[in-house]
């Protein structure tokens, strides 16, 4: 008779070990929870937040919502706190904000923060440390979704659905705060929906497009002065494999 052998779960001291880096990110999380403090991580698991902001010349929490649009917490974070939270991430990217560079921008860690993008700034560009945090979006509209709600005509929704399907270039711009990176999502929605096949390349200086398809290739580039150059030949060299769109 075939005998079956139980095996013991594996116990605590015995799981894989983490890597450094991902040592090195999860304390990075912590310490930059610990400046925020639990206003602001509250507001980063809340869905219905999409930007946490603070202004340099009062230190209050504000909030973006989609529900009530912009809105105080009633709390206010210390400039030195904020001063210390911006030198953590600068330090991680191996930057130093200064008089002569002082600004940042950065993607948060992806435990607590998901990911989302920071822009920081301090003296003299503000009057003291400041900083906006725009999270990722946690759905991803459809074009169709667009015209249904009314942001998009039926005739402009099915243009662009055209363009996609005839390999146009399509250009997306606007203001701070628009609506263009949703926009971006919903092309590419789009184009892996109608095109699950197809072989997409991403090029981006801070993450913030999510694109679903299977095939896909993804570089990021950093637009710092003096790497120009660089970039350029950077992101021709991802183009060069063979690809659907990019």
């Not at 139980?6 to 015995?14: M, T, Y």
């Not at 639990?38 to 999409?50: E, G, K, Q, S, W």
């Given at each position: 008779m075939t005998q079956l052998e139980?095996?013991?779960?594996?116990?605590?001291?015995?799981a894989a070990p983490r890597s450094p880096t991902a040592e090195r990110l999860d304390r990075l999380d912590e310490?930059?929870?610990?400046?925020?403090?639990?206003?602001?991580?509250?507001?980063?698991?809340?869905?219905?937040?999409?930007?946490?902001?603070?202004?340099?010349?009062?230190?209050?929490?504000?909030?973006?919502?989609?529900s009530r649009g912009k809105v105080a917490s009633g709390v206010t974070i210390d400039a030195h706190r904020v001063e210390m939270f911006l030198n953590a991430v600068a330090a991680r990217l191996g930057v130093t904000l200064t008089s002569d560079s002082p600004r940042l921008e950065a993607e948060l860690p992806a435990a607590t923060f998901a990911g989302s993008r920071l822009q920081g700034f301090v003296p003299p560009v503000t009057a003291g440390p400041a900083f906006n945090i725009r999270k990722l979006p946690s759905v991803i509209y459809s074009l169709d979704d667009y015209a249904g709600g009314g942001t998009l005509t039926p005739i402009q929704c099915v243009a662009l659905q055209k363009g996609i399907a005839e390999r146009h270039n399509i250009l997306i711009a606007g203001g701070t705060n628009t609506g263009k990176t949703t926009l971006a999502n919903a092309v590419l929605r789009e184009i892996t929906d109608r095109f699950p096949s197809e072989r997409l390349v991403v090029l981006e200086d801070t993450v913030e497009l999510q694109c679903s398809a299977q095939d896909r290739g993804a570089g990021r580039l950093s637009w710092r002065r003096?790497?120009?150059?660089?970039?350029?030949?950077?992101?021709?060299?991802?183009?060069?494999?063979?690809q659907d769109r990019g």
């Open positions: 139980l095996l013991d779960p594996v116990a605590p001291d015995q310490m930059l929870s610990r400046y925020l403090g639990p206003t602001v991580i509250r507001a980063m698991a809340d869905d219905d937040v999409t930007e946490v902001y603070v202004n340099p010349q009062d230190g209050a929490i504000r909030l973006d919502t989609r003096g790497l120009s150059g660089a970039c350029k030949g950077y992101g021709l060299g991802l183009l060069q494999p063979s």
